[in-house]
C-alpha cells in the first residue's frame, strides 16, 4: 500500500468511525446542548432545532442563542433577534431571556406596540404558562388575536389584585394556548394631575420574575429592566406518540424511554423511566439507571446498619445481619436486635460507675477523716497532750482539771460564735459553763440537796488538790460559789486561778501588798494581818457552804446596811436558829441532820 492508499484507507475509517459514533452533547459555555438541539451536528439533532452558541452581550458568557422575531406593528419586515435560551426542558419547552419583548409609552392617553413571532413553521409556540402583565399606574395593555378579538388588561396602583409576582401597580391575563405569535400593546391610560406616568405591557414566566418593591427603576425608561423569561413549547415532528411509535426513526426507541405527546400540542417529545437518566433520546443521551445508593438515597447509612441495594431503574434498602426494619430513612430504619442487651449492658456499666465511684468516695471520705483525726492526735502529742492527761490521771482522777473535747468546746462557745480576741498562740472565744452562784441564786435555777452536797464534797477536794498534793502547792485566793463551775452533769470545776499564786514550799505564809479577793468571802483575819495562808482559801469555802445550806448570796443587804453572810450564819449556829436559815427550797427532815453536819463544818471552817 503506498502513501496515497494509506491515506485513503484512513479517511474511509475516519468517515466511517464518524457517522457511526454516538451522537454525544455539544457543549455551549456551561450547558449541554443535546438532540432534537443541536449547534452544528446537524446528524444529532432534529431539523429547526439549531441555536447559536455565542457570547452573551450582557454577561459576557458562552451561551445557546435562539432566533426569533420581534418589533413593533410599524416594521416593514420582521427583524430576527437573537434570545438567550436560558434553560431547556427535554419534556417539550424551553424558557428564553424575554426581557427585550416590551411595549411602553410614557405619554397620556397613548400606548405603543409591539409583537414577539417564532420562527413561523418552527416547531415552537408560546406557552399558556405565561402571562401577559401590564405595568404602571393608569396603565392599559392589550393584545390581539387574529380576527377573533382582544384582550385587554388595566393596571391602577390600588390595585389588591396585583399578581404576587409584580406587586407595583400590575395586572394580569392569561394568554391563549400555544400560539405562534403574539400582537399586543402598552401604555398610559391617562394621566389625572398632567404628569408623565408610563403604562408598559409584556409576556412573561412567573416563576422566572420578581418585583416586590416600587423600584421603578426596575422598569421606567427604557423597558422592564429586571430579567425575565419566556416559555416556549416544542415538539418533534407533526407526529403524536402513536404515530412516531410506528416509524423506523422513532426518536423514543432507547431502552428505557418513553414517549409523551409534546405540550406545545403538535409533534411528540421523549423522557426516561423513573430511575433512569438522561433526556431519552435515541441520538440524545438515551437512558442509564440511576444508582439511587450512590450519594444521598433514601436508605439509612451502612454505619446505622443499612444496605442499600440499586437495581436497574429501581432500588432496595435493607438492614444488615443482626439488625431488625427495613432500612428506609422514612421506614421503620434498622434497629439493632442487639440494642435491648446494649441497652442493658449501658445501664450495668454505668451503674456500676455510679457504685464505684460512690465507694471512692466513701473511701476518700474516711481517708480524709482519718487523716484529720491523725492530724489532731498528732497536735494533741505534739502539744503535750498525754503528758498532761497523765498528769490529770496522777492527779487522783477526779475531774478538777479536765481537758475538753473539741465538741465540748463547741457547745460551750456555741460554735465559736463570739470571738473575744487573739493572742499570740491562739484566737479567744467566749464559751459558756453555768456557774454555782447562778444555781443557787436564781429563781429558775435551784439545786438539789444531793447536788449541793456533791458540790461542797468535789470542791473540798479541789481545794485539798491544789493545797497539797499539785507539786507545786497553790493558793486559789478567791474561793467563791461564782468561780465553782457546773458542767451540764453538775460537776463542778474550781475556775479563775487568775488571784491565785504557788505557795512558797518553804514557808506557809503568803506576803501579799494588798488586800484581794471577793467581798463575803475574805477572811477577815487575812483583812487584818494581810497574811493570806491556806486557811484563808478554807474560810472562803466555809462561806460557800453556807450559801449551800441558806441558799443566800454573801452579803447580805438588810436595810440600809449590808452585813456578811457568814456572820449571820454564826450569830444562827451561836443562838440555835440554824434551821430557820436553812434554804426552804431543799430543807426536809430526812436530811437536816446532813445539813446540820455541813453547818458545823462550815461553822469549823469559818
Ligand atoms: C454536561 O455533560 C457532561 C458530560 O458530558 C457532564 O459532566 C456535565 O455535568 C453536564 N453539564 C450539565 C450542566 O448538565
Ligand atoms: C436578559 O436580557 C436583559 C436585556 O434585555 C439583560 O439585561 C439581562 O442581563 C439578561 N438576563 C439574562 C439572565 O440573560
Ligand atoms: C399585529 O397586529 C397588526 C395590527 O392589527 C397587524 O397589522 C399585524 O399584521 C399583526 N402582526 C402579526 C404578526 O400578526
Ligand atoms: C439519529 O442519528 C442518525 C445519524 O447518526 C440518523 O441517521 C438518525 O436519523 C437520527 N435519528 C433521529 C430520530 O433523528
Ligand atoms: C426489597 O426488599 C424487601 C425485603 O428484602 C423485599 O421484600 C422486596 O421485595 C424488595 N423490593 C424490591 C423492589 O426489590
Ligand atoms: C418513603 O418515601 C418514598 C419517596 O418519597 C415513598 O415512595 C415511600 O412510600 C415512603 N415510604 C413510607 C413508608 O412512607
Same mark, same amino acid.
Given at each position: 500500500?503506498?502513501?496515497?492508499?494509506?491515506?485513503?484507507?484512513?479517511?474511509?475509517?475516519?468517515?466511517?468511525?464518524?457517522?457511526?459514533?454516538?451522537?454525544?452533547?455539544?457543549?455551549?459555555?456551561?450547558?449541554?446542548?443535546?438532540?432534537?438541539?443541536w449547534?452544528?451536528?446537524?446528524?444529532?439533532?432534529?431539523?429547526?432545532?439549531q441555536?447559536?452558541?455565542?457570547k452573551?452581550?450582557?454577561?459576557?458568557?458562552?451561551?445557546?442563542?435562539?432566533?426569533?422575531?420581534?418589533?413593533?406593528?410599524?416594521?416593514?419586515?420582521?427583524?430576527?433577534?437573537?434570545?438567550?435560551?436560558?434553560?431547556?426542558?427535554?419534556?417539550?419547552?424551553?424558557?428564553?431571556?424575554?426581557s427585550?419583548?416590551?411595549?411602553?409609552?410614557?405619554?397620556?392617553?397613548?400606548?405603543?406596540?409591539?409583537?414577539?413571532?417564532?420562527?413561523?413553521?418552527?416547531?415552537?409556540?408560546? =406557552?399558556?404558562?405565561?402571562?401577559?402583565?401590564?405595568?404602571?399606574?393608569?396603565? @392599559?395593555? =392589550?393584545?390581539?388575536?387574529?380576527?377573533?378579538?382582544?384582550?385587554?388588561?388595566?393596571?391602577?396602583?390600588?390595585?389588591?389584585?396585583?399578581?404576587?409576582?409584580?406587586?407595583?401597580?400590575?395586572?394580569?391575563?392569561?394568554?391563549?394556548?400555544?400560539?405562534?405569535?403574539?400582537?399586543?400593546?402598552g401604555?398610559?391610560?391617562?394621566?389625572?394631575?398632567?404628569?408623565?406616568?408610563?403604562g408598559?405591557?409584556?409576556?412573561?414566566?412567573?416563576?422566572?420574575?420578581?418585583?416586590?418593591?416600587?423600584?421603578?427603576?426596575?422598569?421606567?425608561g /427604557?423597558?422592564?429592566?429586571?430579567?425575565?423569561?419566556?416559555?416556549?413549547?416544542?415538539?418533534?415532528?407533526?407526529?403524536?406518540?402513536?404515530?412516531? !411509535?410506528?416509524?423506523?426513526?422513532?426518536?423514543?426507541?432507547?431502552? *428505557?424511554?418513553?414517549?409523551?405527546?409534546?405540550? #406545545?400540542?403538535?409533534?411528540?417529545?421523549?423522557?426516561?423511566?423513573?430511575?433512569y437518566?438522561?433526556?431519552?433520546?435515541?441520538?440524545?443521551?438515551?437512558?442509564?439507571?440511576?444508582?439511587?445508593? !450512590?450519594? #444521598?438515597?433514601?436508605? @439509612?447509612?451502612?454505619?446505622?446498619?443499612?444496605?442499600?441495594?440499586?437495581?436497574?431503574?429501581?432500588?432496595?434498602c435493607?438492614?444488615?445481619?443482626?439488625?431488625?426494619?427495613?432500612?428506609?430513612? *422514612?421506614?421503620?430504619?434498622?434497629? #439493632?436486635?442487639?440494642?435491648?442487651?446494649? !441497652?442493658l449492658?449501658?445501664i450495668?456499666?454505668? +451503674?456500676?460507675?455510679?457504685?464505684?465511684?460512690?465507694?471512692?468516695?466513701?473511701? $476518700?471520705?474516711?481517708?480524709?477523716?482519718?487523716?484529720?483525726k491523725?492530724?489532731?492526735?498528732?497536735?494533741?502529742?505534739?502539744?503535750?497532750?498525754?503528758?498532761?492527761?497523765?498528769?490529770?490521771?496522777?492527779?487522783g482522777?477526779? %475531774?478538777?482539771?479536765?481537758?475538753?473535747?473539741?465538741?465540748?468546746? %463547741?457547745?460551750?462557745? *456555741?460554735?465559736?460564735s463570739?470571738?473575744?480576741?487573739?493572742?499570740?498562740?491562739?484566737?479567744?472565744?467566749?464559751?459558756?459553763?453555768? *456557774?454555782?452562784? /447562778?444555781?443557787?441564786?436564781?429563781?429558775?435555777?435551784?439545786?438539789?440537796?444531793?447536788?449541793?452536797?456533791?458540790?461542797?464534797?468535789?470542791?473540798?477536794?479541789?481545794?485539798?488538790?491544789?493545797?497539797?498534793?499539785?507539786?507545786?502547792?497553790?493558793?486559789?485566793?478567791?474561793?467563791? #460559789?461564782s468561780?465553782?463551775?457546773?458542767?451540764?452533769?453538775?460537776?463542778?470545776?474550781?475556775?479563775?486561778?487568775?488571784?491565785?499564786?504557788?505557795?512558797? +514550799?518553804?514557808?506557809?505564809?503568803?506576803?501579799?501588798? $494588798?488586800?484581794?479577793?471577793?467581798?463575803?468571802?475574805?477572811?477577815?483575819?487575812?483583812?487584818?494581818?494581810?497574811?493570806?495562808?491556806?486557811?484563808?482559801?478554807?474560810?472562803?469555802?466555809?462561806?460557800?457552804?453556807?450559801?449551800?445550806?441558806?441558799?443566800l448570796?454573801?452579803?447580805?443587804?438588810?436595810?440600809?446596811?449590808?452585813?456578811?453572810?457568814? /456572820?449571820?450564819?454564826?450569830?444562827?449556829?451561836?443562838?440555835?436558829?440554824?434551821?430557820?436559815?436553812?434554804?426552804?427550797?431543799?430543807?426536809?427532815?430526812?436530811?437536816?441532820?446532813?445539813?446540820?453536819?455541813?453547818?458545823?463544818?462550815?461553822?469549823?471552817?469559818?
Amino acid at each position: 500500500m503506498d502513501c496515497r492508499g494509506v491515506v485513503r484507507f484512513l479517511i474511509c475509517v475516519c468517515m466511517v468511525g464518524f457517522t457511526g459514533a454516538k451522537c454525544v452533547p455539544e457543549k455551549c459555555g456551561s450547558m449541554n446542548v443535546s438532540y432534537p438541539f443541536w449547534i452544528k451536528n446537524s446528524h444529532c439533532g432534529y431539523p429547526g432545532f439549531q441555536v447559536t452558541c455565542r457570547k452573551d452581550p450582557y454577561s459576557g458568557i458562552l451561551a445557546p442563542f435562539f432566533t426569533a422575531y420581534s418589533g413593533n406593528y410599524t416594521d416593514e419586515y420582521l427583524q430576527g433577534f437573537y434570545y438567550r435560551i436560558i434553560e431547556i426542558d427535554y419534556t417539550g419547552s424551553l424558557i428564553i431571556n424575554s426581557s427585550s419583548i416590551w411595549a411602553q409609552s410614557c405619554i397620556s392617553n397613548s400606548t405603543a406596540s409591539a409583537y414577539f413571532q417564532p420562527p413561523l413553521g418552527g416547531p415552537f409556540t408560546i =406557552s399558556m404558562s405565561n402571562k401577559f402583565i401590564v405595568i404602571g399606574c393608569n396603565a @392599559v395593555g =392589550s393584545y390581539t388575536y387574529g380576527d377573533w378579538g382582544e384582550a385587554r388588561c388595566v393596571s391602577t396602583c390600588d390595585s389588591q389584585t396585583d399578581p404576587p409576582y409584580c406587586r407595583y401597580g400590575c395586572c394580569e391575563i392569561t394568554l391563549p394556548d400555544n400560539w405562534a405569535w403574539l400582537n399586543f400593546t402598552g401604555g398610559s391610560l391617562f394621566s389625572l394631575l398632567n404628569t408623565t406616568t408610563c403604562g408598559l405591557s409584556t409576556i412573561l414566566e412567573p416563576s422566572t420574575f420578581t418585583i416586590v418593591d416600587n423600584n421603578t427603576n426596575l422598569f421606567w425608561g /427604557d423597558g422592564l429592566k429586571a430579567y425575565h423569561g419566556l416559555r416556549l413549547n416544542w415538539g418533534i415532528s407533526l407526529q403524536n406518540c402513536s404515530m412516531a !411509535k410506528a416509524t423506523a426513526n422513532y426518536s423514543c426507541a432507547s431502552s *428505557n424511554a418513553e414517549c409523551i405527546d409534546s405540550p #406545545s400540542g403538535q409533534g411528540h417529545v421523549c423522557r426516561c423511566l423513573p430511575g433512569y437518566e438522561g433526556n431519552g433520546y435515541s441520538n440524545g443521551t438515551d437512558c442509564t439507571d440511576t444508582d439511587e445508593c !450512590k450519594g #444521598s438515597n433514601m436508605c @439509612v447509612g451502612a454505619e446505622e446498619g443499612g444496605i442499600c441495594h440499586n437495581f436497574a431503574g429501581t432500588y432496595n434498602c435493607s438492614c444488615a445481619e443482626g439488625y431488625k426494619g427495613d432500612g428506609f430513612h *422514612n421506614g421503620t430504619r434498622c434497629i #439493632s436486635r442487639s440494642s435491648n442487651y446494649l !441497652k442493658l449492658a449501658i445501664i450495668g456499666a454505668v +451503674s456500676s460507675f455510679v457504685g464505684v465511684s460512690m465507694v471512692a468516695c466513701g473511701l $476518700f471520705w474516711c481517708l480524709s477523716m482519718r487523716r484529720s483525726k491523725h492530724a489532731r492526735e498528732k497536735n494533741f502529742r505534739q502539744n503535750g497532750g498525754i503528758q498532761l492527761q497523765e498528769r490529770i490521771a496522777s492527779m487522783g482522777g477526779k %475531774e478538777s482539771l479536765k481537758i475538753f473535747s473539741e465538741r465540748e468546746l %463547741e457547745m460551750a462557745s *456555741n460554735k465559736f460564735s463570739t470571738e473575744l480576741g487573739k493572742g499570740g498562740f491562739a484566737t479567744v472565744y467566749k464559751g459558756v459553763l453555768v *456557774n454555782v452562784f /447562778d444555781h443557787l441564786h436564781s429563781r429558775e435555777n435551784h439545786l438539789t440537796w444531793k447536788t449541793r452536797r456533791q458540790i461542797a464534797i468535789e470542791t473540798a477536794e479541789a481545794i485539798a488538790y491544789v493545797h497539797l498534793q499539785a507539786a507545786q502547792p497553790i493558793f486559789h485566793r478567791d474561793i467563791k #460559789s461564782s468561780n465553782i463551775l457546773l458542767d451540764n452533769t453538775f460537776t463542778p470545776k474550781v475556775a479563775d486561778f487568775g488571784l491565785s499564786r504557788l505557795r512558797p +514550799s518553804d514557808d506557809r505564809h503568803l506576803s501579799i501588798m $494588798f488586800a484581794s479577793g471577793t467581798p463575803g468571802y475574805v477572811d477577815p483575819e487575812f483583812v487584818r494581818s494581810n497574811q493570806f495562808t491556806d486557811k484563808s482559801d478554807v474560810f472562803s469555802f466555809g462561806v460557800v457552804l453556807v450559801e449551800l445550806l441558806t441558799g443566800l448570796k454573801p452579803l447580805l443587804s438588810i436595810g440600809e446596811s449590808t452585813c456578811a453572810l457568814y /456572820d449571820h450564819f454564826l450569830s444562827a449556829i451561836n443562838d440555835n436558829h440554824l434551821i430557820e436559815i436553812f434554804d426552804p427550797k431543799v430543807v426536809k427532815e430526812e436530811i437536816q441532820g446532813q445539813m446540820e453536819n455541813m453547818a458545823r463544818l462550815a461553822k469549823a471552817c469559818l
